[in-house]
Protein backbone atom coordinates (compact mmCIF):
# COMPACT_ATOMS: atom_id res chain seq x y z
CA UNK A 1 0.00 0.00 0.00
CA UNK A 2 2.58 2.62 0.73
CA UNK A 3 4.80 1.68 -1.75
CA UNK A 4 2.19 2.35 -3.73
CA UNK A 5 1.01 5.44 -2.72
CA UNK A 6 5.00 6.90 -3.17
CA UNK A 7 4.86 5.77 -7.15
CA UNK A 8 1.62 8.08 -7.54
CA UNK A 9 2.83 10.97 -5.08
CA UNK A 10 6.11 11.13 -7.87
CA UNK A 11 3.69 10.36 -10.91
CA UNK A 12 1.53 13.11 -9.63
CA UNK A 13 4.82 15.89 -9.30
CA UNK A 14 6.23 14.70 -12.32
CA UNK A 15 2.64 15.89 -14.00
CA UNK A 16 1.94 18.76 -12.38
CA UNK A 17 5.71 19.50 -13.47
CA UNK A 18 4.81 18.67 -16.98
CA UNK A 19 2.10 21.37 -16.69
CA UNK A 20 3.98 23.92 -15.26
CA UNK A 21 6.49 23.62 -18.21
CA UNK A 22 3.72 23.53 -20.68
CA UNK A 23 3.83 27.21 -20.14
CA UNK A 24 6.93 28.22 -20.92
CA UNK A 25 8.08 28.72 -24.66
CA UNK A 26 6.29 31.90 -26.10
CA UNK A 27 7.63 33.29 -28.50
CA UNK A 28 7.72 36.56 -26.29
CA UNK A 29 9.26 34.88 -23.94
CA UNK A 30 11.18 32.19 -24.64
CA UNK A 31 14.94 30.75 -24.84
CA UNK A 32 13.88 27.98 -26.98
CA UNK A 33 12.64 30.49 -29.37
CA UNK A 34 15.89 32.89 -30.10
CA UNK A 35 15.27 35.69 -31.99
CA UNK A 36 18.28 37.46 -32.70
CA UNK A 37 22.07 36.59 -32.87
CA UNK A 38 22.94 36.40 -29.03
CA UNK A 39 19.86 34.08 -28.67
CA UNK A 40 20.60 32.18 -31.75
CA UNK A 41 24.44 31.44 -30.15
CA UNK A 42 23.32 30.88 -26.86
CA UNK A 43 20.98 28.52 -28.39
CA UNK A 44 23.38 26.38 -30.44
CA UNK A 45 25.54 26.13 -27.31
CA UNK A 46 22.71 24.70 -25.50
CA UNK A 47 22.01 22.38 -28.30
CA UNK A 48 25.31 21.01 -28.62
CA UNK A 49 25.28 20.77 -24.50
CA UNK A 50 22.10 18.76 -24.47
CA UNK A 51 23.09 16.26 -27.55
CA UNK A 52 26.38 15.54 -25.74
CA UNK A 53 24.67 15.23 -22.35
CA UNK A 54 22.42 12.40 -23.83
CA UNK A 55 24.80 11.08 -25.27
CA UNK A 56 26.74 10.24 -22.59
CA UNK A 57 23.82 9.14 -20.20
CA UNK A 58 22.92 6.79 -23.38
CA UNK A 59 26.51 5.26 -23.74
CA UNK A 60 26.47 4.80 -20.05
CA UNK A 61 23.17 3.49 -19.78
CA UNK A 62 24.07 1.02 -22.63
CA UNK A 63 27.09 -0.05 -20.79
CA UNK A 64 25.73 -0.33 -17.49
CA UNK A 65 23.22 -2.66 -18.42
CA UNK A 66 25.39 -4.78 -20.74
CA UNK A 67 27.10 -5.36 -17.45
CA UNK A 68 24.81 -6.25 -15.33
CA UNK A 69 23.20 -8.78 -17.78
CA UNK A 70 26.67 -10.17 -18.45
CA UNK A 71 27.70 -10.30 -14.93
CA UNK A 72 24.96 -11.62 -13.43
CA UNK A 73 25.62 -14.42 -10.98
CA UNK A 74 24.14 -17.70 -12.59
CA UNK A 75 23.56 -20.66 -11.09
CA UNK A 76 26.51 -23.35 -10.41
CA UNK A 77 28.98 -20.36 -10.92
CA UNK A 78 28.38 -18.79 -7.26
CA UNK A 79 31.67 -19.07 -6.51
CA UNK A 80 33.11 -18.15 -9.65
CA UNK A 81 35.17 -14.38 -9.35
CA UNK A 82 35.14 -12.76 -13.05
CA UNK A 83 38.61 -11.11 -14.10
CA UNK A 84 40.05 -8.44 -12.14
CA UNK A 85 40.29 -5.18 -13.86
CA UNK A 86 41.13 -2.36 -11.47
CA UNK A 87 43.92 -0.66 -12.40
CA UNK A 88 43.94 -1.85 -15.66
CA UNK A 89 45.90 0.60 -17.94
CA UNK A 90 44.01 0.75 -20.81
CA UNK A 91 40.48 1.10 -19.19
CA UNK A 92 42.05 4.24 -17.17
CA UNK A 93 43.44 6.03 -20.16
CA UNK A 94 40.12 5.59 -22.09
CA UNK A 95 37.45 6.73 -19.38
CA UNK A 96 40.25 9.36 -18.61
CA UNK A 97 40.74 10.51 -22.70
CA UNK A 98 36.53 10.07 -23.52
CA UNK A 99 35.88 13.44 -20.71
CA UNK A 100 38.80 15.37 -22.07
CA UNK A 101 37.61 15.21 -25.95
CA UNK A 102 33.93 15.97 -24.47
CA UNK A 103 35.15 19.33 -23.00
CA UNK A 104 37.42 20.49 -25.60
CA UNK A 105 34.28 20.09 -27.84
CA UNK A 106 32.09 22.01 -25.64
CA UNK A 107 35.12 24.37 -24.39
CA UNK A 108 35.57 25.42 -28.02
CA UNK A 109 32.70 26.85 -28.65
CA UNK A 110 32.01 28.20 -25.15
CA UNK A 111 34.92 30.30 -25.76
CA UNK A 112 34.54 31.67 -28.35
CA UNK A 113 31.33 32.74 -27.73
CA UNK A 114 32.10 34.38 -24.99
CA UNK A 115 34.66 36.56 -26.09
CA UNK A 116 32.44 37.22 -29.25
CA UNK A 117 29.36 38.31 -26.57
CA UNK A 118 31.76 40.17 -24.33
CA UNK A 119 33.46 42.58 -27.41
CA UNK A 120 31.95 45.67 -26.55
CA UNK A 121 34.64 47.70 -28.21
CA UNK A 122 32.77 49.76 -30.98
CA UNK A 123 30.87 51.44 -27.54
CA UNK A 124 33.79 52.60 -25.92
CA UNK A 125 35.40 53.65 -29.36
CA UNK A 126 36.84 56.89 -28.88
CA UNK A 127 34.66 59.54 -31.23
CA UNK A 128 32.13 57.44 -31.14
CA UNK A 129 29.35 58.56 -33.36
CA UNK A 130 25.49 57.80 -32.84
CA UNK A 131 25.41 55.99 -35.86
CA UNK A 132 28.35 53.92 -35.34
CA UNK A 133 27.10 52.28 -32.14
CA UNK A 134 23.58 52.97 -30.65
CA UNK A 135 24.08 53.04 -26.83
CA UNK A 136 21.40 52.70 -24.54
CA UNK A 137 22.38 53.21 -20.29
CA UNK A 138 19.52 50.64 -18.23
CA UNK A 139 19.14 51.24 -14.75
CA UNK A 140 17.17 48.96 -13.07
CA UNK A 141 15.43 49.85 -9.23
CA UNK A 142 13.06 48.37 -7.30
CA UNK A 143 11.03 47.43 -9.46
CA UNK A 144 11.04 49.16 -12.61
CA UNK A 145 13.63 49.73 -15.41
CA UNK A 146 14.94 53.10 -16.58
CA UNK A 147 16.38 52.98 -20.15
CA UNK A 148 18.41 56.26 -21.42
CA UNK A 149 19.34 57.09 -24.78
CA UNK A 150 22.82 59.15 -23.69
CA UNK A 151 23.46 60.40 -27.67
CA UNK A 152 20.23 61.37 -27.93
CA UNK A 153 19.34 62.65 -24.66
CA UNK A 154 16.01 60.93 -24.17
CA UNK A 155 14.53 58.88 -21.21
CA UNK A 156 12.07 55.97 -21.45
CA UNK A 157 10.61 53.69 -18.88
CA UNK A 158 9.48 50.28 -18.69
CA UNK A 159 9.20 50.32 -22.53
CA UNK A 160 12.50 49.74 -24.00
CA UNK A 161 12.76 50.65 -27.72
CA UNK A 162 15.44 49.64 -30.56
CA UNK A 163 16.29 49.58 -34.15
CA UNK A 164 16.51 46.07 -35.34
CA UNK A 165 19.30 44.32 -37.65
CA UNK A 166 21.81 46.23 -35.49
CA UNK A 167 24.22 45.39 -32.52
CA UNK A 168 22.75 47.60 -29.95
CA UNK A 169 24.82 48.27 -26.48
CA UNK A 170 24.34 48.55 -23.54
CA UNK A 171 25.23 50.01 -20.46
CA UNK A 172 24.23 48.13 -17.35
CA UNK A 173 23.81 49.45 -13.60
CA UNK A 174 21.61 49.15 -10.40
CA UNK A 175 20.60 52.07 -8.18
CA UNK A 176 19.16 50.18 -5.38
CA UNK A 177 19.85 46.49 -4.95
CA UNK A 178 21.46 44.06 -7.91
CA UNK A 179 18.76 43.31 -10.34
CA UNK A 180 19.41 41.06 -14.02
CA UNK A 181 18.56 42.43 -17.24
CA UNK A 182 16.87 39.64 -19.27
CA UNK A 183 15.76 39.39 -22.48
CA UNK A 184 15.45 35.73 -22.81
CA UNK A 185 14.06 35.63 -26.96
CA UNK A 186 16.95 38.01 -27.05
CA UNK A 187 19.89 37.07 -25.11
CA UNK A 188 21.14 37.84 -21.80
CA UNK A 189 21.17 38.17 -18.79
CA UNK A 190 23.70 40.24 -17.24
CA UNK A 191 23.78 41.42 -13.64
CA UNK A 192 22.73 45.24 -13.40
CA UNK A 193 24.98 46.28 -10.17
CA UNK A 194 25.62 48.78 -8.04
CA UNK A 195 28.96 49.37 -7.97
CA UNK A 196 30.47 49.00 -11.14
CA UNK A 197 28.87 49.21 -14.76
CA UNK A 198 28.42 45.87 -16.64
CA UNK A 199 28.25 46.16 -20.59
CA UNK A 200 27.23 43.68 -23.55
CA UNK A 201 25.03 44.19 -26.26
CA UNK A 202 22.55 42.31 -28.39
CA UNK A 203 20.85 42.44 -31.67
CA UNK A 204 17.11 42.07 -32.46
CA UNK A 205 16.25 40.24 -35.95
CA UNK A 206 13.37 42.20 -37.85
CA UNK A 207 12.63 39.03 -39.09
CA UNK A 208 11.94 37.00 -35.73
CA UNK A 209 10.43 40.41 -34.24
CA UNK A 210 7.30 40.08 -36.43
CA UNK A 211 5.58 38.46 -33.13
CA UNK A 212 2.14 37.21 -34.51
CA UNK A 213 -0.24 37.79 -31.23
CA UNK A 214 2.58 40.00 -29.36
CA UNK A 215 3.42 43.14 -29.94
CA UNK A 216 6.84 43.20 -27.97
CA UNK A 217 9.04 41.20 -26.57
CA UNK A 218 9.40 40.79 -22.76
CA UNK A 219 11.96 41.16 -20.29
CA UNK A 220 12.75 40.52 -17.21
CA UNK A 221 14.60 40.70 -14.05
CA UNK A 222 16.64 37.50 -13.32
CA UNK A 223 17.50 38.14 -9.73
CA UNK A 224 15.62 37.97 -6.96
CA UNK A 225 15.37 41.36 -6.06
CA UNK A 226 12.17 41.32 -3.25
CA UNK A 227 8.91 40.24 -2.74
CA UNK A 228 8.14 42.40 -6.26
CA UNK A 229 11.09 40.75 -8.26
CA UNK A 230 8.44 38.46 -10.61
CA UNK A 231 6.36 41.46 -11.20
CA UNK A 232 9.26 43.43 -12.38
CA UNK A 233 8.72 43.23 -16.06
CA UNK A 234 9.72 45.20 -19.00
CA UNK A 235 8.84 45.72 -22.83
CA UNK A 236 10.77 46.06 -25.78
CA UNK A 237 9.61 47.66 -29.03
CA UNK A 238 11.72 46.82 -31.81
CA UNK A 239 11.94 49.47 -34.76
CA UNK A 240 13.45 49.12 -38.42
CA UNK A 241 16.29 52.37 -38.55
CA UNK A 242 14.22 54.62 -40.55
CA UNK A 243 10.94 54.20 -37.61
CA UNK A 244 13.49 54.47 -35.26
CA UNK A 245 15.15 58.00 -36.13
CA UNK A 246 11.94 59.03 -36.33
CA UNK A 247 10.88 58.04 -32.90
CA UNK A 248 14.01 59.67 -31.49
CA UNK A 249 13.10 62.77 -33.87
CA UNK A 250 9.59 62.60 -31.98
CA UNK A 251 10.56 61.91 -28.37
CA UNK A 252 13.02 64.60 -28.38
CA UNK A 253 10.39 66.88 -29.28
CA UNK A 254 7.88 65.95 -27.10
CA UNK A 255 6.03 67.72 -24.53
CA UNK A 256 3.53 66.90 -22.52
CA UNK A 257 0.32 68.45 -22.94
CA UNK A 258 -3.24 68.62 -20.71
CA UNK A 259 -5.98 68.74 -23.16
CA UNK A 260 -9.50 69.38 -21.84
CA UNK A 261 -10.67 71.02 -18.51
CA UNK A 262 -9.94 67.56 -16.48
CA UNK A 263 -6.66 66.81 -17.74
CA UNK A 264 -5.61 70.02 -16.87
CA UNK A 265 -6.81 69.54 -13.29
CA UNK A 266 -5.06 66.44 -13.46
CA UNK A 267 -1.59 68.29 -14.44
CA UNK A 268 -2.29 70.73 -11.02
CA UNK A 269 -2.65 67.51 -9.25
CA UNK A 270 0.42 66.17 -10.18
CA UNK A 271 2.47 68.73 -9.26
CA UNK A 272 -0.02 69.41 -6.17
CA UNK A 273 0.35 65.73 -4.84
CA UNK A 274 4.17 65.88 -5.20
CA UNK A 275 3.99 63.23 -7.86
CA UNK A 276 6.20 65.52 -10.11
CA UNK A 277 9.07 65.18 -7.35
CA UNK A 278 9.58 61.32 -8.52
CA UNK A 279 8.29 61.28 -12.01
CA UNK A 280 9.28 63.58 -15.26
CA UNK A 281 6.41 63.51 -17.95
CA UNK A 282 8.91 64.79 -20.80
CA UNK A 283 11.86 62.41 -22.18
CA UNK A 284 14.47 65.14 -22.19
CA UNK A 285 14.98 64.93 -18.14
CA UNK A 286 18.54 66.09 -17.15
CA UNK A 287 18.04 65.94 -13.40
CA UNK A 288 20.39 63.67 -12.71
CA UNK A 289 19.45 60.21 -11.55
CA UNK A 290 19.22 59.91 -8.31
CA UNK A 291 16.59 62.76 -8.38
CA UNK A 292 14.86 60.35 -10.86
CA UNK A 293 12.98 58.17 -8.13
CA UNK A 294 10.10 56.82 -10.51
CA UNK A 295 9.71 55.80 -13.91
CA UNK A 296 9.42 58.72 -17.05
CA UNK A 297 6.40 59.17 -18.08
CA UNK A 298 5.97 60.46 -20.86
CA UNK A 299 4.20 58.83 -23.54
CA UNK A 300 2.59 56.98 -20.63
CA UNK A 301 -0.95 57.23 -22.31
CA UNK A 302 0.16 54.44 -25.06
CA UNK A 303 2.30 51.83 -23.03
CA UNK A 304 0.74 48.26 -22.94
CA UNK A 305 1.17 48.06 -18.97
CA UNK A 306 0.63 49.74 -16.05
CA UNK A 307 3.46 49.73 -13.72
CA UNK A 308 4.97 46.54 -16.44
CA UNK A 309 2.27 44.14 -15.17
CA UNK A 310 -1.10 45.56 -15.61
CA UNK A 311 -3.01 45.61 -18.63
CA UNK A 312 -3.22 49.09 -19.83
CA UNK A 313 -6.53 50.81 -19.67
CA UNK A 314 -8.49 53.33 -17.50
CA UNK A 315 -9.51 51.26 -14.73
CA UNK A 316 -6.20 49.97 -13.82
CA UNK A 317 -4.48 53.03 -13.76
CA UNK A 318 -7.23 54.44 -11.40
CA UNK A 319 -6.49 50.79 -9.00
CA UNK A 320 -2.74 51.65 -9.04
CA UNK A 321 -3.28 54.89 -7.92
CA UNK A 322 -5.63 54.22 -5.37
CA UNK A 323 -3.45 51.48 -3.94
CA UNK A 324 -0.30 50.39 -5.93
CA UNK A 325 0.65 47.72 -2.84
CA UNK A 326 -1.96 45.44 -3.45
CA UNK A 327 -0.22 45.01 -7.45
CA UNK A 328 3.38 45.36 -6.38
CA UNK A 329 4.11 44.72 -2.72
CA UNK A 330 7.04 47.01 -1.92
CA UNK A 331 7.22 49.67 -4.51
CA UNK A 332 8.40 52.85 -3.90
CA UNK A 333 5.50 54.57 -4.41
CA UNK A 334 3.07 53.55 -1.97
CA UNK A 335 2.33 56.00 0.77
CA UNK A 336 4.68 58.56 -0.48
CA UNK A 337 1.38 60.91 -1.28
CA UNK A 338 -1.98 61.62 0.69
CA UNK A 339 -4.90 59.31 0.21
CA UNK A 340 -6.46 60.06 -3.21
CA UNK A 341 -10.33 61.44 -3.55
CA UNK A 342 -11.82 59.39 -6.29
CA UNK A 343 -12.50 62.75 -8.23
CA UNK A 344 -8.50 63.41 -8.04
CA UNK A 345 -8.03 59.76 -9.21
CA UNK A 346 -9.99 60.42 -12.33
CA UNK A 347 -8.40 63.59 -13.04
CA UNK A 348 -4.97 61.97 -12.55
CA UNK A 349 -5.65 59.26 -14.88
CA UNK A 350 -6.99 61.49 -17.54
CA UNK A 351 -4.07 63.48 -17.44
CA UNK A 352 -1.80 60.08 -18.03
CA UNK A 353 -3.80 58.98 -20.38
CA UNK A 354 -3.60 62.00 -23.01
CA UNK A 355 0.73 61.09 -22.14
CA UNK A 356 0.73 60.44 -25.95
CA UNK A 357 3.75 61.02 -28.58
CA UNK A 358 1.27 60.44 -30.93
CA UNK A 359 -0.23 63.07 -32.77
CA UNK A 360 2.03 65.71 -31.75
C1 LIG B 1 8.35 58.73 -3.95
C2 LIG B 1 8.27 58.76 -5.38
C3 LIG B 1 6.90 58.68 -6.04
C4 LIG B 1 5.82 59.51 -5.91
C5 LIG B 1 5.68 60.70 -4.96
C6 LIG B 1 4.85 59.05 -6.85
N1 LIG B 1 5.33 57.95 -7.52
FE1 LIG B 1 4.40 57.01 -9.05
N2 LIG B 1 5.85 55.62 -9.07
C7 LIG B 1 7.00 55.65 -8.28
C8 LIG B 1 7.72 54.44 -8.50
C9 LIG B 1 9.02 54.05 -7.83
C10 LIG B 1 7.00 53.70 -9.45
C11 LIG B 1 7.36 52.32 -10.02
C12 LIG B 1 6.68 51.28 -9.20
C13 LIG B 1 7.05 49.91 -9.66
O1 LIG B 1 6.72 49.58 -10.80
O2 LIG B 1 7.64 49.18 -8.86
C14 LIG B 1 5.84 54.48 -9.79
C15 LIG B 1 4.90 54.11 -10.76
C16 LIG B 1 3.88 54.94 -11.21
C17 LIG B 1 3.04 54.67 -12.34
C18 LIG B 1 3.18 53.48 -13.29
C19 LIG B 1 4.27 53.86 -14.24
C20 LIG B 1 4.53 52.94 -15.39
O3 LIG B 1 5.63 53.10 -15.93
O4 LIG B 1 3.70 52.13 -15.77
C21 LIG B 1 2.18 55.70 -12.45
C22 LIG B 1 1.12 55.89 -13.50
C23 LIG B 1 2.46 56.60 -11.37
N3 LIG B 1 3.52 56.10 -10.63
C24 LIG B 1 1.76 57.77 -11.11
C25 LIG B 1 1.97 58.57 -9.98
C26 LIG B 1 1.10 59.65 -9.60
C27 LIG B 1 -0.11 60.11 -10.37
C28 LIG B 1 1.61 60.15 -8.44
C29 LIG B 1 1.09 61.28 -7.60
C30 LIG B 1 -0.22 61.09 -7.06
C31 LIG B 1 2.80 59.38 -8.12
N4 LIG B 1 2.98 58.44 -9.07
C32 LIG B 1 3.62 59.64 -7.03
C33 LIG B 1 7.38 56.64 -7.44
C34 LIG B 1 6.57 57.69 -7.04
CU1 LIG C 1 14.99 43.09 -9.80
Known amino acids: MKNWLTKWRLFTVFALMTLVLAGCGEPFLSTLQPAGEVADMQYSIMILSTIMMVVVVAVVTIIFVYVVVKFRRRKGDEDKIPEQVEGSHKLEVIWTVIPILLL ?10 TFDLADTRAMDKENRKPEDALVINVRANLYWWEFEYPDHGIITSQDLVVPTDEKVYFNLKASDV ?5 IPAIGGKMDTNTENINKFWLQFDSERSDLENEDYFYGKCAELCGPSHALMDFKVE ?8 SWVKGMKEYKATAEGDMAQQGEQLFEEKGCIGCHAVNPVDERPEQARKGPNLATFGERSRVAGILEHNEENI ?4 KDPEAYKPGNKMTNTYPELEDGEVD ?3 EYLKGLKLEEK
Open 104 to 113: IVLAVPVVAA
Open 178 to 182: KHSFW
Open 238 to 245: TLSKDEFN
Open 318 to 321: RKWL
Open 347 to 349: ALT
